[in-house]
């Protein structure tokens, strides 16, 4: 009985030092504003704009002076900060006939999967702007115990009484909810997406047309005149190459700054809708203190792009200037020491770095794929001395209205060579000679060291970023293991490398060791492949349903197996010697087909299949093989 009762007593110690070491993990709150530039921030010193809520967390945090987004343009912003990689690494680049969606590899990556396999409860709600191959739904499902898209288009939704609401206000409303229902003994991610400060692009009509504001913000700014562009005179536009004149940049220009009126009127709808967020920022803030959750929660608020305001004659953001690539990015940790609260951070910062920041102020390991760095050193005082020493940004979107370019910046000096003019058209600038970016040193032979240094950097980057692999990655050696995720919750799964094209003559196997859990779908995928849409399956073995193979939208054939377990450990295996396949359980072979045609390279999962929320496995897989030149004999 003494040591029944010790034992009880050792396990109560494990699950309450587990459950302490739980709650004492963070809380993450992180806030992304869309299109808002790094100084329009009260504390940035933005006149007449009134952000209380963000100049405090900067008060009491530290404000990034030097932060920059990759790519200039919201939707590939935000894949990178889901991702890790940049925009040529990752490949989203819609309106480029090359784009394709972030890929199942690099969902596997993306930071909230992970927070939320290591036990955080994840919400994300507003603006999404990310295309997944394995369907944008299926994908949030898995990053997020709970989630929604709210997006512009209108701004105003209509409500059930008839009444209408901002978006963000409606995004603002989901995020208190997910606080208010957050059990205080297991720590949270909520990601809080706006889609102010963006223009509504489809209504021209000056203010609340074009910059729709809160409604709680009505008649603010009324009394003030917004100060003028500083870099508005005609003879900056006037210097800037052909194309970009004739870019979307001019065009946005003529909708929202083309004339004095327009520019004050838009101005004061622009602060109303800045000041509306930060409102709603504090309503969020006010339900954490209310939770008793303040005390344990990081706050990280940042933005997606910059903006062009009228300078150089321009809208928008996409291109190489700094007001178009520096953002905004408090960092408010309430765990810091009152003596290192108000500090602001010079080094150089990158969204790219903010998935690493997240997982590393969690507690978790950063995956070797990511191309961004932590910011962490940096929080804690402790700069590394090889920071980072230039910074790659680039843009591949919408080639028909916006120019693509890529380029080197670093504390003195931001080159660009936008590639696809003919001639390609190269900028150099100086930074410390001229801040505003006024002249081009491309062409000036006191320059051309410099110039030439930069354009290796920036091939440098270009073939370290380039990730061809990232759409057909190599085939898995033969025998090599891959060791996944040891369980698998219906919405998750594990990307395997690719399967290569098979001949009629080759040899090849899929081997894996699973434990089927209780509620496991009978159609759900325990290993299997699949291309395109639902008609061009490659193979998938289900527990209750067997193997089947499709090539071409036509089933091959289907291989009728016993049904797996239920919470029993079962080595499984499909194995092709040429034509013949054959599928083993336990050292048995349970069933055998024969398809006598070649086979396409195809994608491989573990756990699911991707693209078919209903066939996402409930199980446990401790690893999965695949490996050419296998046969029969040994299995």
Not at 2 to 7: Q, R, Y
Not at 268 to 277: E, F, K, V
Not at 386 to 394: C, T
């Amino acid at each position: 009985m003494k040591k029944w009762l010790s034992c009880l007593l050792l396990m109560m110690m494990l699950c309450a030092a587990s459950a302490l070491a739980q709650a004492q993990r963070p809380n993450i709150l992180f806030i992304l504003a869309d299109d808002q530039r790094n100084d329009e921030l009260g504390c940035a010193g933005e006149p007449f704009l009134q952000t209380p809520t963000l100049d405090r967390l900067a008060g009491q945090g530290v404000r990034f002076q030097n932060m920059a987004v990759t790519t200039a343009i919201c939707m590939v912003s935000r894949a990178t900060i889901f991702t890790g990689l940049t925009q040529r690494s990752h490949g989203f680049a819609p309106g480029n006939p090359e784009s394709r969606p972030i890929t199942p590899a690099d969902e596997a990556i993306c930071f909230p999967n992970l927070l939320r396999q290591a036990g955080y409860r994840t919400g994300y709600y507003g603006k999404n702007h990310t295309d997944f191959e394995s369907g944008t739904g299926e994908a949030f499902s898995r990053m997020f115990d709970d989630w929604k898209h709210i997006h512009r288009n209108p701004f105003f939704k209509k409500m059930p009484d008839g009444s209408t609401r901002h978006c963000d206000e409606i995004m603002g409303d989901r995020s208190v909810d997910f606080l208010k229902q957050q059990p205080k003994e297991e720590p949270f991610f909520l990601y809080m997406s706006f889609n102010i400060a963006h223009a509504e692009d489809k209504d021209h009509r000056p203010g609340i047309g074009h910059f729709p504001w809160p409604k709680a913000v009505d008649g603010m700014y009324e009394e003030i005149t917004p100060p003028q562009p500083r870099l508005d005179d005609p003879a900056i536009f006037e210097a800037l190459p052909d194309f970009m004149k004739t870019s979307m940049n001019r065009t946005r220009w003529h909708w929202r700054w083309d004339t004095p009126e327009k520019y004050d009127v838009n101005m004061r709808a622009r602060y109303r809708m800045i000041t509306g967020l930060d409102r709603i920022i504090q309503r969020v803030l006010d339900t954490l203190e209310e939770r008793g959750l303040a005390e344990n929660t990081i706050i990280i608020y940042t933005a997606d792009n910059g903006y062009y305001r009228g300078e150089r004659g321009l809208a928008g953001k996409w291109s190489h200037f700094e007001e178009s690539l520096r953002v905004p990015l408090i960092v408010y940790d309430p765990r810091r020491a009152p003596g290192q609260r108000g500090e602001i951070i010079e080094s150089p910062a990158l969204n790219l770095d903010l998935p690493s920041t997240i997982l590393e102020l969690a507690g978790l390991a950063v995956p070797d794929a990511y191309q961004g760095r932590s910011l962490v050193p940096l929080l804690e005082g402790d700069a590394p001395q090889d920071w980072r020493g230039e910074a790659f940004h680039e843009h591949h979107q919408m080639w028909d209205v916006i120019h693509a370019w890529s380029g080197v910046r670093n504390d003195r000096y931001v080159y660009a060579c936008y590639d696809r003019q003919d001639p390609p058209c190269e900028f150099l600038h100086d930074l410390q000679r001229d801040p505003d970016q006024l002249q081009n040193f491309a062409n000036d032979p006191e320059y051309a060291p410099v110039l030439n240094t930069l354009r290796e950097k920036n091939e440098s980057f270009i073939r370290g970023y380039s990730r061809e692999e990232a759409a057909s990655p190599e085939p898995l050696a033969a025998g090599a293991p891959f060791v996944g995720k040891q369980r698998f919750d219906g919405k998750t799964f594990e990307v395997l490398p690719r399967t290569p094209a098979l001949g009629p003559d080759d040899d090849y196997a899929w081997s894996f060791r699973v434990k089927v859990l209780p509620g496991n779908p009978p159609g759900a995928v325990l290993l299997g492949n699949r291309i395109g849409g639902a008609q061009t399956e490659f193979m998938k073995i289900t527990a209750v349903r067997g193997v089947q193979l499709f090539t071409g939208g036509k089933r091959r054939f289907t291989i009728k197996t016993p049904p797996f377990p239920v919470n029993q450990w079962v080595t499984a295996a499909l194995v092709k010697s040429g034509s013949e396949f054959s599928f083993w359980m336990d050292g048995k072979k349970v069933g055998e087909a024969n398809f006598n045609g070649s086979l396409p390279t195809m994608p491989c999962y573990a756990g699911g299949d991707p693209k078919q929320k209903n066939e996402m496995a409930i199980c446990e897989i401790s690893h999965a093989v695949v490996q050419a030149g296998a046969s029969e004999k040994q299995w």
